[in-house]
Nanobody
Framework: QVQLVESGGGSAQAGGSLKLSCVAS????????MAWFRQRSGKEREFVAA????????RIGDSVKGRFTISRVTATNTITLHMDFLEPEDTAVYYC???????????????????WGQGTQVTVSS
């Protein structure tokens, strides 16, 4: 069974950087869009970034645009979220997600994603 395994969460100071990685373990068909969402304490799940199956198309959430980027390596079914200039408001549980079969574009809608990782905590101190 395919599993999404996140890594790289942890603590950073404001202005610092972190990199999150997600591996679609067991996946042989690479034609799935993937994304990162986050959920802050007391808030609804929020779109962060998404990437199309080929890596050619990306979408970045307005709240992190200019600070976060997303990329993928199709050979290893790995996506990365590069987070720079972190702010305390970035503190959240970050979830990796894989889209439904046939949806290869970078959607911002959580309902377009069928498989989710367990989440990894990111904490940014002021």
């Amino acid at each position: 069974q395919v599993q999404l395994v996140e890594s790289g969460g942890g603590s950073a100071q404001a202005g610092g950087s972190l990199k999150l990685s997600c591996v679609a373990s067991g996946r042989t068909d690479r034609r799935y869009a993937m994304a990162w969402f986050r959920q802050r304490s007391g808030k609804e799940r929020e779109f962060v970034a998404a990437i199309g199956w080929s890596g050619a198309s990306t979408r970045i959430g307005d709240s992190v645009k200019g600070r976060f980027t997303i990329s993928r390596v199709t050979a290893t079914n790995t996506i990365t979220l590069h987070m720079d200039f972190l702010e305390p408001e970035d503190t959240a549980v970050y979830y990796c997600a894989e889209a439904f079969r046939g949806r290869g574009g970078p959607s911002e809608d959580s309902e377009d994603y069928a498989l989710w990782g367990q989440g990894t905590q990111v904490t940014v101190s002021s």
